[in-house]
Each structure stands twice: as C-alpha cells, then as structure tokens.
C-alpha cells in the first residue's frame, strides 16, 4: 500500500451527527497518509469527545482547540509533521487517487500549494459556480500543471476579492513548512483564506491542476461578508506583500495601508458596498412582492452598477500598476528593472 507524505487535519465543532458517516468515507485516506490529527473544540453536542474516541479508534492524535475556523486549522499544521497538509471538514472527501495526483504535481513542481476546481456534492450551486477557479476556468487552464506566474497570481488574487483563487481547501494541498511560517489571519471572519493569499500571492509557488479530484459540500451561507474597511485591508495585505519584494524607486508608487486605494477609490467602493447591501435586503430569501416592478429599486440598481464600473476603473488601474511593477507584462524573454533575480517564474 502505498503511503501519502501527508498530514490530515480533520476540524470538528458541532458535527457529532455527520462525523462518523465522514471518517468512514475517508478511513482508506487515513490507512494511506503519514498522519492523521482531529483538531476540535467543545461543542454543545459532544462533537469534541466522540472525535476523542474515533481518534483513538484510528491511531490519530486530537488537539482541543478554542472556537475559531482558521485558528484552529493554523494549531493543526503546528501540531503535524508530515511535508504536506491536507484539510479534511466534514462533508468534503476526496479518494487517495485524487490526494496521490496532487502530492504528484506538488512534488514534481516543488509547490506551496496545489489547487483545483471542487466537485460541487449538492444543489446549492448558485454561488459556488462564481468561485474564480470555477468561473474563470479557461484562463486558469493556460497553467494546467505548472507554477502561476507571480505577476498573474498577484493580479488574480487582487482582482477577485473577497472570493478566493483556492476554491475550497477540500481540493487544495499546501506544503506544511509554509503554511506553518506563513499561517492564516485570523481577523477576516471566515475570509481568513482570501486573506492569506494576499498575504503570500508575491512569494508563493502555487500550481493550478484542472482535474477535479475531490467532493465539496456547499453548506447553507454562513461566511461573514467582509465590510468595507475589511476589503481595504484585504488589498492592503496585497499591496504590502507586493511592496516587500520591489526595489527602490518602485516603492514609491505604493502607499501605506491607509492609503491602498485613493479617496476616491475608498469612497466609491463604500457607496458600492452600501448600494449592493441595500439591494440584498430587498430581495433577500423571502423578497418583497413584485420587488423588481418597483422603480426605486431599478434606480438602486442603476446606481450600483455606477459605482461598479467606477470601481473597476479605479482596481483595473492599480492592478495593472502592479503588474507593471511585478513584470507581468515582460514574463517570456525579460523581467521587470523594480525586482530582484528570482521573483518571475
């Protein structure tokens, strides 16, 4: 049999129902992968103490964690070994002949991180389909089984805040010694992942496969939208970690976190926000009847895609100004003057 260099950390809170029927899915990856740690925190339906006794049952070791998705995922890859982590929730599985592909593709591309598109396992589709690893599928195939380059991995990561390039880390693998130097914030609510890889887009060697190898459960929405000054911290995380790797007079052209985006840029993505939180209350989950033959609302909506284009505009500008900085455009046969030896692929 033959075994995987790789970790799986299993996080649980509040699953106590739905826990053994996953362990059972996975129990072949178990028998296959270097480690296996159950990472759990007290729930009020005894989730902490039946993975207790299925960790004993499996030879695993558990770790009691406090509440906290990413907090307690970034204890796991502290507490593990293995060259490669893996992410296993509950309700995502993936078959050893999908983890055997993308330990292959992270062994022969010596990557960070390996992504792929989720196989989508119920109905609840609508907004997983706009995940950019889905939507934008065609464009990530151009790097079917290589390194993104920096400057195209800075610019997508940038562009499609507050969605994540990763999908989902039930399809993803990353290699342990960077994740554990590099964990994942902890302040960005259940974005923690969006916010890592503006946090390591300019150094990371992320490798794209476009072979669907592993079951995503898309739950009920439960994710916290980040609000406004979440997204410009978002883009500040980027814009400093780009900032870090350029040389001198680059610098000058990106601002402290405060000032990521222009005042305008600021204002308007605040108006855009406001208008797109306005427009869901109106049309939320029970809407208004006949919503749409209201007036005030098509002029909301007007509005919206005002500040939209607007937005765009002023994003469009910044990302092509760091890809001028990161030698996007100079990525066959040349490399940006503003970097250093080795920061393109």
Known sequence: MQHFPVSIIIPAYNCAEA?????EAITPLIRQCEETLFVASKSPDGTHEL????????????????????????????ATSAKYCYFSTVGDTIAPEGLKHLVALAESRAADLVISPPITTNNNYSHIKLWPIIKHHRIFERYEGRRIPSAKLISWVYRHAPDCIIGSSASALYRRDFLAARPFPTTFHNYGDTAWTFKVCSDAAVVYSRKPVAHFVAHPATRHAPDFSDMIR?????????????????KQYLRSKKRTLSRTGRRMQKKWLESKETLNARRGRHPRAFWWLNLETWVMRGRRGTYSILLWIILGLQITLIKQLTGAGRLYGGRSKYLGQNQLD
């Open 19 to 23: 826990l053994p029927g996953h362990i």
């Open 51 to 78: 993975a207790a006794r299925l960790a004993e049952h499996h030879s695993a070791s558990i770790l009691i964690t406090p509440r906290g998705v990413f907090s307690s995922w970034n204890t796991g890859v502290g």
């Open 234 to 250: 978002l883009q500040s995380l980027c814009l400093l970690s780009v900032r870090g790797k350029l040389r001198h007079p680059a």
